[in-house]
């Protein structure tokens, strides 16, 4: 049988509306006279009063018709789809108790190989999905970055989940075929104008599988454009905190991102004009931020990257006229910042360290694998009271030497500037 789940909604109307057809919430939640909406969520004085997404879900879809705010009261709300934003929306919270939450994860195994471009899954066990639910299907050889299916579940019927979109690979049921509601809390999928702030985003990650960093997030930005996150706490996903892939103009300020599964931070897949600032990013599985390919003509400024599982900031291919000032990167189990290993044609050229303390991580304060031309470090702080970083900056033998000005330095073991032996 289906399985579908609609909240009961009790609005601050001169009506109550319970258990209606969701167009005609949106459409009650929405007056023609006002250029721009305000609905509450969350509460018995809000217009929308159940904490769940399918609750913040009605309130983004009402004001999308017009462009407006939806505002989330203190609480904790059941995540179990991701929230997905619309163009010229707000999502704003209450501060760090208003708490997105996800819920359990479920995984099981399809039975019958899923295969390119087909609509549908044979599982093992379909308890636990619900329709509306966003899916992760993989296999051992399909399991990481855009070799993931994602789609949403729009039928259920025995042990047959039925999705949205056509898968994107041949997986095989027999080289470990999985199907699991791994999936970010908030979603920007194809839109422009919009603002996520003032709120946390709970991954709840020891009750939910891994999620590919790719197609979910504690925060995905996917296709977008002019989207900021702002003071928002991302914590504990199985996954990465904030992934933004072929995107423009994204923001994320004054946010916190902690205690992922994998990367902090993950811009890339074509992601220019990006801005990184005041923020806080620290005990995430790998690295703090990792910039993937061409992230460029961008800004990581005021922002604390410390204590992550490998490197403070990874930058490759592609990421050129980044400029990386007055940033604490400390205290992190590799090297402080990597350049990694590119070919000269896609090396990332022309970006610039400025004010930037770098600080007793563990292997190289800086190391540079990569022939990347105009690269610069002006005015820099290599501290290394713990003694665990063995030089200040390390070249290997395909990497290019930057231009230092005015950098000030501890003493370091192997010295100020290494160059690998050839």
């Known amino acids: 049988m289906m399985k579908a789940i609609f909240p009961v909604l009790f609005l601050s109307l001169p009506f109550i509306l319970q258990a209606q057809q969701p167009e005609k919430v949106v459409d009650a939640l929405v007056s023609p006279k006002v250029a721009e909406q305000i609905i509450t969520v969350g509460g018995p004085n809000a217009q929308v009063a159940v904490f769940n997404n399918q609750s913040i879900q009605f309130a983004i879809d009402a004001v999308a018709k017009t462009g407006g705010t939806v505002k989330l009261n203190p609480g904790v709300y059941e995540i179990t789809a991701p929230v997905r934003m619309k163009s010229n929306v707000k999502l704003v919270g209450s501060g760090r108790e208003t708490i997105l939450k996800r819920g359990k994860g479920i995984q099981t195994k399809y039975v019958i190989d899923a295969d390119f471009g087909e609509l549908k899954l044979t599982v093992e066990k379909?308890?636990?999905?619900?329709?509306?639910?966003?899916?992760?299907?993989?296999?051992?050889?399909?399991?990481s970055c855009w070799n993931v299916s994602t789609a949403c579940i729009t039928d259920i019927i025995d042990n047959t989940i039925y999705i949205d979109k056509g898968l994107i690979r041949?997986?095989?049921?027999?080289?470990?075929g999985l199907v699991s509601n791994a999936s970010s809390v908030i979603e920007a999928l194809d839109v422009e104008n919009a603002l996520i702030s003032n709120l946390t985003a709970d991954g709840n990650r020891f009750e939910n599988f891994f999620a590919d960093g790719c197609n979910s997030a504690g925060i995905l930005i996917l296709r977008s454009k002019k989207v900021t996150v702002d003071n928002v706490h991302v914590k504990d996903f199985n996954g990465e905190g904030i992934s933004w892939q072929i995107t423009e103009n994204v923001t994320i300020k004054n946010s916190e991102i902690s205690g992922s599964g994998n990367t902090g931070l993950h811009p890339g897949t074509g992601s220019p004009f990006s801005t990184i600032e005041n923020s806080n990013i620290h005990h995430n599985d790998r690295d703090g931020l990792f910039i993937c390919w061409r992230v460029y003509e961008s800004i990581v400024s005021n922002n604390k990257i410390h204590h992550n599982g490998?490197?403070?900031?990874c930058t490759g291919h592609k990421d050129t006229d980044v400029i990386f000032s007055k940033n604490h990167i400390f205290n992190n189990k590799s090297d402080g910042i990597n350049l990694r290993g590119e070919r000269e044609s896609n090396a990332p050229h022309r970006n610039t360290f400025v004010k930037n303390i770098i600080e007793n991580n563990v292997g190289f304060g800086f190391s540079v694998n990569s022939p990347?031309?105009?690269?610069v470090l002006k005015e820099n702080e290599f501290k290394n009271s713990a003694k665990t970083q063995k030089a200040a900056i390390y070249i290997y033998a395909g990497g290019s030497t930057p231009k230092l000005e005015n950098n000030r330095f501890d003493?370091?073991?192997?010295?100020?500037?290494?160059?690998?032996?050839?």
């Open 126 to 143: 379909a308890d636990g999905f619900e329709v509306g639910m966003k899916v992760q299907v993989t296999d051992d050889e399909n399991n």
């Open 310 to 313: 490998r490197f403070g900031i």
């Open 372 to 375: 990347a031309k105009d690269l």
């Open 170 to 176: 041949d997986y095989r049921s027999d080289k470990n």
């Open 411 to 422: 003493k370091h073991e192997l010295g100020e500037m290494v160059f690998e032996k050839k």
